[in-house]
Nanobody, 121 residues
């Protein structure tokens, strides 16, 4: 059984910073890939950042240059550092990950519970 546990959301003023964490626990040996999505009020869910095991990172145009995704392999945790936050970044942020669960390479994919980020103007 694998769980993705998110933390780090909250309320911040425009221009401020927050760091989100997504930790894989349970039967997780390593993380192959993790993606961060967000869904703002009245908007569709969008992919904002991703990181692969080989280190490749991708960002949406809306967050490029302001958000940075990284991970701590030892902790099976991925971080989303969000700087220069804008009111339009207000959303529920959710992580999705593909996790290796055993030495044979079996994988599990799923979602975290989501965390609210609110940026006030």
């Amino acid at each position: 059984q694998v769980q993705l546990v998110e933390s780090g959301g909250g309320l911040v003023q425009a221009g401020g910073s927050l760091r989100l964490s997504c930790a894989a626990s349970g039967s997780s040996l390593s993380v192959n890939r993790m993606e961060w999505y967000r869904q703002g009020p009245g908007k569709q869910q969008e992919l904002v950042a991703s990181i692969a095991r080989d280190g490749r990172r991708n960002y949406s145009d809306a967050v490029k240059g302001r958000f940075t995704v990284s991970w701590n392999n030892a902790k099976n945790t991925v971080y989303l550092q969000m700087n220069s936050l804008k009111p339009e970044d207000t959303a529920v942020y959710s992580c999705w990950a593909q996790v290796v669960t055993d030495v044979y390479g079996s994988t599990w994919s799923g979602w975290g519970q989501g965390t609210q980020v609110t940026v006030s103007s």
